[in-house]
């Protein structure tokens, strides 16, 4: 994580909408709300897809990014250049969005299933990527992530704000 706050406070995260707690860890304060520190916290868990949640339990931080990795030599694995240079490729605008959510993506996502996820991790939308654009009109106000199945059994996700 990379985090930011004047004062300090405590972050936890979990899975699934709070069903399965990884941890919690002390945000040191940074000296303001854009003086980042970069913090590591391991959690294990077991293969699966999961909704993962960060949530500040007390104080007041800003989170500027995160990174999930898989560790040790039984779980890692190697992604082809291809399909990594594919997901790099996906983005999505305008950013926030008021009613169309347009996507750049290369053409083998296509036909690939979609979910919109809010920020409890509830689906509020499924679909299937069937052109260069996905119809949020219908969506609240509010931060929102786009999940989309890839053929390798993993998905690209992309976070966006809707107007």
Known sequence: ??????NGGTLSS????????????????TGGWQTWRTMSQTVNVTAGTYSFGINARTGGWNINWLRISKVGAASTTLASKASAASEQAVSLYPNPVADRLRLAAPPELLG???????????????????????DVAELRAGVYTLHIEKKESSRIIRQFIKQ
């Open 14 to 29: 979990d899975l699934n909408g709070g069903r399965t707690q990884l941890g919690s860890m002390a945000i040191q304060a």
């Open 1 to 6: 994580y990379r985090v930011a706050s004047p």
């Open 112 to 134: 690939r299933p979609y979910q919109i996820l809010d920020v409890l991790g509830r689906v509020k939308r499924r679909g299937i990527v069937s052109s260069q654009e996905v």
